[in-house]
């Protein structure tokens, strides 16, 4: 008898989830449901109150009906009984964090907090702690502590204790009234199986935690303020636990929202991108996974213990238990094509791409396939969204150099592209010599299916075949990989992480192989990609930062 | 009684008469005609010869159709009696070139020369001698030629003695038969007046000479090639004669081509762009004259000799006699603006054009125009076409940096017209740091007219006034003016250019005053754009040149 589990993967506007054959890995049905306040950005529901720039929030009550929705609708469109689910696992967008009482309940749910933003979750990408983040990492350095080494040496405003500290300063009764902060992940699991966890995901990428050192110092979070000093005592758990472990079991009510079972089993949570690692099939060193949407997250797994500068961050047992687990990112990838796209492709080009029923991106990609690698002459620096590996700077912008009166849009489009392979090879690089070797990418994301021509230039720029997941849903493939192994082999799953991803995870039979004639041109090309990465990127001529100080100065006078 | 001058313009495709009444400098009409064999760039007429890339010839009788044609029209449409016409002047592109006999026949009519393409006009971007002009720079820095420094240390492949040295390499015999190498402006006077004549103006700028130095010496021209030795006893004439000079008088025949009296006095030849300097009012020293079109032309006057590095050259009585006319060039201006609009502009702004019936570059320059200056954050480096001076170097490219997600289209549109207002301000700069003083801008040519915002900028990077010529044919106007001075004051015209130009040039009433609080903003982004053109300009990262080296041996491979 078939077994299955159910994956559910909570993202920025929506969750989603997907039921999985145990044994094959098929994806056998999957249903999304649209957060109601999706992201919170301007005005608080029920009371209207004004957020401001940078804010965003999420309603928790969207998370449970996520649950409420998706669940049912995966049991009721595959005609499965919900007997025959063994497990379920969740996974996350990080840090997405929020205050609660000691019962889990949100403090924005309470009508005396309902006003206040702070009582509400902080999405991933609510921005407005940046002032903390400096602090924290101002504080890090006078202080010389050590952990800040193993996030690149710089911590974002996204990540957890700038959230906090944003909270404190500026409501700390929100601070006061919480019994508990926690990020949302771990949230979802505690409504799923009445017991409050903590994952290693979370806890390390975003919450400066180490298996070995565990959380930074009461003396640290003193200094940044009095309020803080008990914080991990106070309103946090120092029992973090690490992905493939079992959380808990549905609780009736749970069972009553979802239609599944009681008792059926939970795993830890996850981070979306760290937990569609193994759905990638990548359970060992070596092979770094690409998550390649808007901006693209590159992790690969290391026997030992590295500092490699620059990079966000690395947590033993992060992604996959036993293994150090390496993450950095490049923050314009997507993104850098979508503005591309709409703000510089003429209207000759448009008008084939409707002429032929394709996209524009599908004319550009055509035209710039027929180019030979160095052909155009053009080198662009790939920063228009800052760079947020290895330099780790949001004040660097985008440059393009190389252009002539002939130059063509599919010559810059494809210069784009490649700025990005060699963005990604820098970080291969910063890898390689700091001891995380890697001989092989795999990808997963939107990207990689609907662009031929960049994975094969990511492939040809860093001499490495580039595979790609089979699954186009990755992160909710690898949640209900972690719930089979959540259920054990005792009942139908798997008893490691290891074990569910030989049988579950698989990859695309078409892979792009590099032309090493194409890298050896690359190879002269990236080298002034090089050149121009350091002379912009550290220091030694910092036009970037001081055209958008002016910026600023001319935007502010006005 | 009124009296008038007519001005002819020879251009690239086709010629101008512009008549003109003297007194008050009034143009009364003008008309053009289009060269049948316009530029002659694939195949040889009648032969059908197939040319090389590079080649741009010209058909010398093309020149004699615009006077048929042209004076003939201007006074049969004024209705002005031609016993009226004082003067005739002309002004030419250079270097355009031709062999000739003595009587001035050209070579390419006689039919034992015509199918030999060295035997036709040489159109001044004829651009097939850069070899030529390779070995004449090589040789004159080995033999340490002191005329070198006043042509900023370059000769172009469009110069004169490239394109002679070409002909001796390739079809010695045409060098042989030849009598005369000479100007197409001089050769064109030649024709009206039965007298050949060398005007001081094309001799400076394109053919080495200075009124105190002559020609480079028989050793110098023996060491390019033997035959050269006596290249100017042989070839040439030593008679050069300055601008504001009478060359001759209309002869019978070239009366009967153009309706207007035998006896009509003909002013000595000059260049389109030179000519166009007492037309702009400008016959004093500390005013620019700026020819903006698809390129700029910057020309100056200076009392006295001052080395300029980088500069295209300067020519005692070059452009106005008694001072010393200084030239220097930016190779891509309207150019640059065009490739924008054709390769990087959005179906939408193209949309709105449509509309409302304008120009994209009008609804690019509004948009453009809302902009503070430095709110965009980025910064061009003008090269898309190379650098003309101070760097003179061809093999530079376009840059951009400073883009972020939401960089706009009239952005870039703006920054790229303040990179060639900063390019002009290198310009100014260099010749101000180098004894040459300049405090106001004069512009003439196709762009003043059409891009108010850009007069605006060039005002503000620069800091003082930018004015504008009331003539939109200043060339024509230019060379009326000489014809005026060719008559001299006793046939109704004038003594002297000053005279002249006091009379018959004007300045439109409206100007553009610079904004100082814009000036000082533009200060800080001149020093980036400064520091980064040495960076890329002078050989600290020559990255452009590489890639460019790439380019062409990607191309050549394939």
Redo the contacts between chains.
Sequence with gaps: MAKYTIGVDFGTESGRAVLVDVGSGREITSAVYVYVHGVIDERLPDSGKRLDPDWALQDPEDYIRTFQHTIPAVLEQSGIDAGDVIGVGIDFTACTMLPVKRDGTPLCVLPQYRDDPHAWVKLWKHHAAQPEADQINQTAREMGEPWLARYGGKISSEWFFSKVLQIIHVSPDIYKAADRMIEAADWVVWQLTGVETRNSCTAGYKAIWSKKDGFPSREYFQALHPMMADVISEKMSTDIRPAGQKAGVLTPQAAEWTGLKPGTAVAIANVDAHVAVPAATVTEPGRMVMIMGTSTCHMVLGESEHVVPGICGYVEDGIIPGFFGYEAGQS?VG??FA?FV??????DV??IAEERHVSVHAVLEEKAAAL????????A?DW??GNRSVLVDVDL?????????A???EE?YRALIEATAFGTRIIVEAFQENGVPIHELVACGGLPEKNHLLMQIYADVMGMPFKVSASDQTPALGSAMFGAVAAGRALGGYDSIFDAARSMATLKDEYFQPNMANKA?YD??FN?YK??HE??GRGE?D??K???K??A???KR?
């Design positions: 314009c993104d850098h503005w709409e703000n510089c492709v003429p209207a448009k008008r030979k690698v160095g052909e155009s002459g053009l080198l620096l228009w969204n912008t985008g440059m393009i150099l190389g252009m002539t009166l130059t063509k849009p810059i041109v002269r090309i002034e050149l121009l002379y912009f001529n036009v970037m001081r055209l958008k002016l910026k100065e001319v935007i006005s």
